[in-house]
């Protein structure tokens, strides 16, 4: 079986991050995500998902900011990828497929969580604060499809984590991320084997959903 290619983009940081791109990997190694992983892109050239890529044998490219459309194309188009999968991307995405292209979020979405300046820490950070206002009675994981606007494609991918009395950002950062290692594998596999897809435009065309 003609296994299809999945390039994905993860930025990590200088000395950390992509464990959501090694769990990928290693779920694509155990059969659980039937895809080729055809290589991971992040901004730092020598950074946490570099030193992943090396030791989990997948080829890493390095695309610094500022990035273009047509740098966006370029990557894909050379490591004939069919689908892209964002997995803590830290960057507006332009040029690409919204259909082909998808991205897992921290925090439930809709919501005032998505957005430019919503990753990492400043989500966690933000939910806690609403919580503590009770204007949010929980966070999430969620997934959705990539249009050049911030977290604004159709989501197809919910879960739900629990806010706990005493949580802090980082307490809270656990879980959802515990979450993510637990979900993302199995809904990108439904994404790149059709059973969840959408048409890019319309937001009635979304189909298989998985939502909390």
Request: charged fraction near 25%; glycine fraction near 10%; proline fraction near 5%.
């Amino acid at each position: 079986m003609t296994k299809p290619k999945l390039v994905i983009f993860a930025s990590g940081s200088k000395d950390g991050g992509g464990s959501g791109f090694e769990k990928l990997v290693e779920n694509m190694k155990a059969g659980i995500l039937l895809a080729d992983i055809v290589a991971v892109v992040s901004n730092h050239e020598q950074g946490g998902v570099r030193e992943r890529a090396d030791r989990l044998g997948i080829p890493f490219i390095h695309s610094p900011k500022p990035r273009t459309a047509e740098d966006y194309k370029k990557i894909v188009r050379d490591t004939k990828a069919d689908f892209v999968a964002l997995s803590g991307w830290l960057g507006i995405v332009e040029g690409l497929d919204p259909k082909t292209t998808f991205n897992i979020h921290p925090a439930w979405l809709p919501s005032p969580f998505g957005g430019h300046g919503f990753y990492g820490h400043h989500v966690h950070e933000a939910v806690i604060e609403a919580y503590k206002n009770g204007e949010a009675a929980h966070s999430g994981v969620s997934m959705h499809f990539v249009t050049p606007a911030y977290d604004e494609g159709a989501v197809f991918f919910r879960k739900k984590v629990e806010i706990l009395p005493g949580d802090t950002a980082e307490t809270l950062a656990k879980r959802v991320n515990k979450v993510e290692h637990e979900w993302q594998s199995i809904i990108t596999n439904k994404v790149i084997h059709g059973e969840i897809s959408w048409d890019g435009e319309n937001p009635s065309s979304l189909s298989g959903a998985v939502l909390d």
